[in-house]
């Protein structure tokens, strides 16, 4: 099949490609020029396992190309996925100017009948008013249809691979049997629904993921408190078919591009139906106060911060990925900078992404994690990478100024670690 995929962020940079290597003919578009004649040369601007190897591979075959001109695509394309951004605006509502962009785009040059497929994460409702728009414009035969992104940053392409299911949104039969046929080779649950349903279940499967997260981040604060331990807590809950084990990780909250800003906007969706979604607003507020958790307890234990190094280790929202939106782990780095202590930093892929973030505030960026511990107060693990499970701990030990651990992310074992000598803090222990 020909299909074009608009907007080369994480989720059209993924779904490209792969589409690509089942034989169809695909060509991303980006108005981002500079991007575009990048990603021709084989540089992929996101480190994502397995992506950039799949890009130079199918531009090599043939199926994939890149372009900035969705008109010119659009002729021959029988599938359009609209794959742009959708930021977050100031009150929390997903910004949906570069979606209606793409429709408008599309609406005045489409020629014959089309596919347009959302994979953005959209509201409930936009793929009515990218309908809308498109008529506007255009009075054949085309079908909308929403065909939601579930895809973690890190492990992106095996997860299109190999997806938990499929769902695809849509009012005509053609369309549904269309987009079933491209996913045919993926074997998965298919679910099909009407849009609207289809809309709602990516925002609702994100938000009860990130309820999970905040649930198990109350229960581990509670643990503190009642000499429990949130580990075992959540190993004998998710035992529990109907609880399941995972995202039952305690920590110091969620972050990344996707759970922040679509738990956001479904709490604000509902606000504009006159609906108060009080569940909803307690996980919010729950993440929020997590991600302070652990620079408040630095506070409880040092009591001045002033004047002490701290070797942080991880900057990225979460292992396996570059992306530092909304990482936990910059707060902690700002909260430290502005309490007048000094800090190292290392993460194994996401220093020059951090480093442009954190710009204004003064920190050292590693070449490894040694280093970045080297006569610092305490260390801080605030990413959970699995490597630095494997550190030599009494080497860390020797090089630290005093024995102390703040584990942000329940990485290391908390006996062995107090055995060793260290003062040891985790999440929930
Ligand atoms: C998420 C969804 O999982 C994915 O289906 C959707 O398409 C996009 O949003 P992603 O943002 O890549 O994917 O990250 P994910 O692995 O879900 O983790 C999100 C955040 O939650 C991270 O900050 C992670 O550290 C945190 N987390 C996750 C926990 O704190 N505890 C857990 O048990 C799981």
Same mark, same amino acid.
């Given at each position: 099949m020909k299909v074009t995929v608009v907007g080369t @962020?994480?989720?059209?940079?993924?779904l490209g490609p792969c589409l690509a290597s089942f034989g169809n003919q695909v060509v991303c578009v980006d108005i981002d020029k500079e991007k575009i004649e990048k990603l021709k040369k084989g540089k992929v601007p996101i480190y994502e396992p397995g992506l950039t190897e799949l890009i130079v591979e199918e531009a090599k075959k043939g199926t994939l190309s890149f372009s900035t001109s969705l008109k010119d695509e659009l002729a021959e394309s029988e599938i359009v996925?609209?794959? /742009?951004g959708t930021p977050s605006n100031p009150d929390g509502t997903a910004n949906l100017k570069y979606v209606y962009q793409v429709a408008e785009d599309i609406g005045k040059n489409l020629k014959g009948y089309k +596919? +347009?497929?959302?994979?953005?994460?959209?509201? /409930?409702?936009t793929g009515q008013e990218i309908k809308k728009i498109i008529k506007k414009h255009y009075k054949g035969e085309f079908d909308v249809v929403s065909c939601p992104e579930f895809l973690r940053e890190g492990s992106a392409v095996q997860d299109f691979f190999e997806p938990n299911r499929i769902v695809i949104g849509a009012e005509s039969k053609k369309a549904k049997d269309k987009i079933k046929k491209l996913f045919d080779p993926i074997d998965a649950d298919i679910i099909t629904t009407n849009i609207a349903s289809s809309e709602m279940i990516k925002y609702a499967s994100n938000a009860f993921l990130a309820t999970k997260i905040s649930f198990i981040n109350e229960i581990?604060? +509670?643990?503190?408190? /009642? @000499?429990a331990d949130v580990d075992m807590v959540a190993h004998g809950m998710g035992r529990d078919d109907r609880i399941g084990r995972h995202f039952l990780h305690a920590g110091i909250g969620y972050g990344g591009s996707c759970f922040p800003k679509d738990v956001n906007a479904l709490y604000q969706i509902a606000g504009t139906r006159g609906y108060e979604f009080n569940l909803l607003k307690a996980v919010i507020t729950v993440n929020n106060n997590q991600r302070r958790v652990l620079f408040e307890k630095i506070k409880d234990e040092f009591k001045e911060i002033k004047g002490l190094k701290?070797?942080?280790?991880?900057?990225?929202? &979460?292992?396996?990925?570059?992306?530092i939106r909304e990482s936990a782990s910059l707060e902690i780095i700002k909260l430290l900078k502005e309490a007048g202590a000094k800090v190292a930093a290392y993460d194994p892929i996401a220093?020059?992404?951090a480093a442009s973030a954190l710009n204004g505030h003064e920190v050292e960026y590693t070449n490894d994690a040694y280093e970045a511990v080297k006569d610092a107060d305490a260390v801080i693990i605030a990413t959970e990478w699995p490597e630095f499970k494997d550190l030599d701990w009494n080497k860390i030990k020797s090089m630290l100024k005093k024995p102390y651990i703040f584990d942000?992310?329940?990485?290391?074992?908390?006996? &062995?670690?107090i055995n060793m000598g260290y003062k040891y803090f985790g999440i929930g222990k």
């Open positions: @962020g994480y989720v059209g940079l993924v996925f609209i794959a /742009v +596919i +347009i497929a959302t994979k953005s994460t959209v509201p /409930v409702g581990a604060n +509670i643990c503190e408190k /009642v @000499g701290f070797g942080a280790l991880g900057l990225a929202f &979460k292992a396996n990925t570059d992306d220093e020059e992404t942000g992310r329940n990485l290391l074992d908390k006996e &062995k670690m």
